[in-house]
């Protein structure tokens, strides 16, 4: 099993750095559905199954095309940027503060005693059970969640949306 | 009441005595003018009254000399305290002050009368009465004054009176020029006079001449006390105190060589003359002498008696060789009065206080009488003073011309009279104590009766030259007439005096009456048959010889030259000329005066005074530059700035977290996130 | 499986290490929300890896984990059309140069 662990934590860490790192939007798209791609294998490893199921649906679904529609819509008409500078400015800020809190936590995670236990068991849970959950106990959270998504999608056609009218 | 108590009740009235010119000086100079007759009325009567009390106070003297000690009344006042100390003044009533007293205000009384003639047809009259009065008020104040300060006070006050009434025609540039010199040079001996009563209070700690009492003596009391004390100069603090004080004696008495002033003062009216410079202002320094008298003779050994002995002489010469080569009638009275001032002098010096101030006494009366005879002439002659242009007025004004002789003879120590006995006291006491100056001051009696003679003649005798003018306006100028009879009766009453007051020196009829009035301690001068025969012959010899150079061949006419200028030729022009001594005054000390004025105002008021000051004002700008640029413009603005400009870069460099980019906000997000870490992980 | 807790910490760890490197760093916005993305799903896998290791009965941090994967669509969806629409202005999706909020 642990091979297993290697093996997809390898492909999200790829997936995750080429992604920050490609100068080619596109590719950095693609390498983000490969980190979608390991995150939901590693769900499925830890057996939360419908989450990575929704991982999939969702993220590489729906977001990934997303962005490739976004990317696709802000191209510059003079051509690739690819050949342009691709760091921002101060760059070595942030580059310094996410090695810091890299090490900072890899320091506090080596330390912990906590961090060495081991799974423990239990009954995995269904979808079943989760279907149930959501009506039930979490009924206020999921209708929550439903007005959030509805107000997003609203928000989100109006932002883009403005535009083509005032043309008009 | 006893004698002694009576005295001292006197003495308490003494103050009285100047107190009455003094008011009527005060009114006069409220009155409005011309007030004429109110002014001298007033005038006649305060001098009147003073002289009665003052008449009163020296018969009240005269018992004294019994008990062979003199005796003193005194009444010694506060004038104010300060802390512990207090200034007190004094009036005192001795045998001294009784005299002099009674002479000023007698004799003063019969100026004034006379000057109510003399200055008849001025316009001035009130403001002369005034002035005379407060002249009065002020010497006898000197005179009754038991305590040095009021002596001082009055000393000035009369050298005050005196400058004004010297340039009383202040219109007249020379009497302008007058009144200031005789101020200034009687200044510079009050300089001396003031450091001696600095250093009788500093040594004796009180400025009173006389206490009576045994826990606070008097300056004078302690006399001998302050011979043993140290002074200047190798004398003891006595001698030095009577050295200072006698400087001021020298410029009040026109010795030499503070003489300069007194010839010049002639150009004040006649009665001034009179009074301020013959009888009364110019005997203040004898006077004073012999009030300070214990000082001078208390160290035995001491160079001061005789430095006053010669000086006297010096001057007594001096002045009669002058006398014997002036034109102008006051000018020959000026120079006499000086010659005398300087035989009582030589007096003191001598030793013999008794005839010093016999001689000042009789001498007030003689020279008075001739200085008012002398004014007679002038008025009867219409203001002429030349006495080339005079002669023959015997004719003309019988009484004065009576007068005038009668004076003329007790100057010139005619035997008998009153000028005969006091010259021949002083020259007895100059006898024994130096045979030079007596043998000069023999020499100056002769000159003394010489130019006076020599006067006479020109003046009363040969023919009246004043008709002779060039102009030959001759017979348009009026005959000499007799004076007004306020103006002869004074002579008339100072001649009686001129002639027997002489009598109360004589050691004949029992004795030397003043002698025992005025001094009963001090020892009588040996007689001596070879002085007193020596100085009736040359007074004889000098009577004589002006007769024979003057009396025979009178002058005839006004230019003629005089019988001496053409014997002694340019010493004759020497003697005219005063010795040249005022031109060497001119050419050293004032010169001298001058060139230091000028020195200081050029080097020390320009260049250190004001360099000093433009100094000042430049270090003051320049530190109020220093403050400016360093304080101000540096620290405050330049602070100021900077802080503004510190505000502003920091704004500007802050401002620049605000640029607008959101990726910088989330970084900086980023690093607080990391910093909380950290510090949540490690503590 | 026996795979310490720790191990899976600090993959979340470095993942959401490399996401915020590319938010802070990068100069294209699309990239940023990428990195945030990134960022998102470390931080969810943080909260299974938990939720395997402690809580596997209680479905609590189920039920959060899927929550936030909801919003955090949502989310990716308004802030890409928000990049549209900056970009509609800007004429470009660089960072560096959306500096309207300045001052």
């Known amino acids: 099993m642990e091979a297993t662990f290697w093996i997809l934590s390898i492909i999200t860490v790829l997936g995750a750095l080429f992604a920050v790192t490609l100068r080619n939007l596109v590719h950095c798209v693609l390498s983000l559905i490969l980190f979608f791609l390991g995150i939901a294998g590693h769900y499925f490893l830890l057996r939360a199954d419908f989450l990575g199921a929704v991982q999939i649906l969702i993220y590489i679904g729906a977001v990934a095309v997303l962005m490739l529609f976004a990317i696709m819509l802000t191209r510059h008409v003079t051509g690739d940027e690819g050949a342009r500078e691709v760091l921002g400015g101060k760059w070595w800020t942030g580059m310094g503060t996410a090695i810091i809190i890299a090490g900072l936590l890899w320091a506090v995670i080596r330390k912990d005693q906590l961090a060495n236990v081991l799974p423990t068991g239990g009954v995995q849970t269904s979808v079943v059970a989760i279907g149930k959950a959501l009506v039930a106990d979490w009924v206020v959270p999921f209708e929550a969640m439903a007005v959030l998504l509805t107000a997003a999608l609203i928000g989100a056609v109006v932002i883009a949306l403005e535009e083509i009218i005032r043309r008009r | ?683 | 499986m026996n795979i310490p807790l720790s191990d899976y910490l600090m993959l979340s760890a470095f993942l959401f290490a490399i996401g915020l490197c590319g938010a802070l760093s990068r100069k294209n916005a699309i990239i940023v929300l990428i990195g945030i993305e990134i960022m998102f799903n470390a931080a969810i896998l943080n909260l299974i890896v938990f939720w395997h290791y402690k809580y596997f009965a209680v479905p609590t941090a189920y039920m959060f984990a899927i929550f936030a994967i909801a919003i955090a669509a949502a989310e990716s969806a308004v802030g890409l059309a928000l990049v549209i629409a900056v970009y509609r202005y800007y004429k470009s999706v660089d960072v560096d140069e959306m500096t309207s909020l300045k001052g």
């Not at chain 2, 009364?280 to 012999?290: K, L, W």
């Not at chain 2, 003018?469 to 007799?482: A, M, V």
Request: charged share 15%; aromatic share 16%; hydrophobic share 50%.
């Open chain 2, 1 to 683: 009441m006893d004698h002694s108590e009576y005295l001292q009740q006197l003495a308490w009235q003494q103050w009285l005595i100047p107190f009455f010119p003094l008011v009527a000086a005060a009114i006069q100079s409220l009155l409005k003018r011309p007030a004429r007759k109110p002014s001298a009325a007033l005038t006649i009567v305060a001098m009147g009254l003073s002289c009665i009390l003052a008449l009163r106070a020296f018969f009240a003297t005269l018992g004294s000399g019994e008990h062979h000690e003199v005796e003193r009344a005194i009444f010694n006042f506060t004038w104010f305290k300060f802390g512990t100390t207090s200034l007190e003044l004094g009036f005192i009533l001795d045998p001294l002050t009784a005299g002099m007293a009674a002479m000023v205000a007698f004799v003063g009384f019969w100026i004034f009368v006379n000057a109510t003639g003399y200055m008849a047809d001025d316009e001035n009259f009130t403001r002369f009465f005034c002035f005379l009065s407060l002249f009065a008020a002020s010497m006898l104040g000197l005179v009754i004054s038991n305590n040095l300060l009021l002596l001082f006070m009055c000393w000035e006050l009369v050298g005050l009176c005196s400058y004004l009434l010297i340039g009383f025609w202040y219109f007249k540039p020379s009497a302008a020029a007058a009144m200031k010199k005789a101020f200034i040079t009687t200044r510079i001996g009050d300089v001396g006079f003031l450091l001696g009563i600095v250093m009788l209070y500093w040594k004796t700690g009180t400025l009173n001449l006389y206490t009576h009492d045994a826990l606070h003596p008097g300056a004078l009391e302690q006399a001998s006390a302050l011979v043993l004390r140290n002074g200047w100069w190798g004398l003891s603090a006595a001698s030095t105190i009577a050295f200072l004080v006698f400087i001021g004696a020298m410029g009040k008495s026109a010795q030499f060589p503070l003489h300069v002033w007194l010839p010049d003062a002639m150009e004040g009216p006649t009665p001034v003359s009179a009074l301020i410079h013959a009888a009364t202002m110019v005997a203040a320094g004898v006077f004073m002498v012999g009030r300070m008298y214990p000082l001078f003779i208390a160290e035995p050994g001491s160079w001061v008696p005789d430095f006053v002995m010669w000086i006297g002489c010096i001057t007594a010469v001096f002045s009669a060789t002058i006398a014997v080569a002036q034109f102008d009638i006051k000018r020959v009275l000026a120079y006499s009065t000086c010659s005398q001032l300087g035989y009582m002098v030589m007096a003191l010096g001598a030793g013999s206080l008794v005839a010093g101030q016999f001689h000042l006494l009789t001498h007030a009366f003689f020279k008075a009488l001739l200085f008012l005879g002398s004014g007679c002439v002038i008025i009867g002659t219409h203001h002429e003073q030349d006495m080339r242009k005079m002669g023959g007025l015997r004719k003309y004004m019988p009484i004065t011309f009576v007068c005038y002789v009668i004076g003329m003879l007790a100057l010139s120590g005619f035997p008998l009279t009153a000028g005969f006995f006091s010259k021949d006291e002083i020259l007895l006491a100059t006898f024994h104590r130096n045979k030079w100056a007596w043998g000069l001051g023999t020499f100056a009696a002769f000159l003394t009766a010489f130019y006076m003679t020599r006067q006479i003649f020109m003046v009363f005798f040969g023919q009246w030259r004043g008709g002779d003018d060039d102009h030959g306006h001759g017979h348009e100028h009026h005959e000499p007439h007799e004076v007004p009879w306020n103006m002869w009766l004074p002579i008339a009453v100072l001649s009686v005096f001129a002639l027997f007051m002489g009598w109360l020196g004589t050691p004949w009829f029992g004795g030397n009456l003043f002698h025992h009035y005025l001094a009963p301690e001090e020892v009588a001068s040996e007689h001596s048959d070879m002085v007193l025969w020596l100085s009736v012959g040359v007074g004889l010899l000098g009577i004589i010889l002006g007769w024979l150079i003057y009396g025979r061949k009178t002058m005839v006419h006004a230019t003629d030259e005089d019988p001496l200028a053409t014997a002694l030729g340019g010493l004759f022009t020497f003697l005219n000329r005063k010795w040249y001594i005022d031109e060497l005054y001119e050419a050293t000390v004032f010169r001298f005066t001058a060139t230091c004025a000028m020195f200081f105002r050029l080097v020390v008021d320009k260049l250190v005074v004001d360099g000093c000051l433009h100094l000042i004002a430049k270090v003051a700008r320049g530190i109020s530059q220093i403050f400016r640029w360093v304080g101000d413009e540096f620290f405050i603005n330049g602070g100021f700035d900077a802080g503004c400009e510190g505000v502003e870069l920091g704004g500007e460099e802050l401002s620049k977290l605000q640029d607008g980019r959101v990726q910088n906000y989330f970084r900086v997000l980023s690093l607080g996130a990391a910093v909380l870490l950290l510090i949540y992980f490690f503590t």
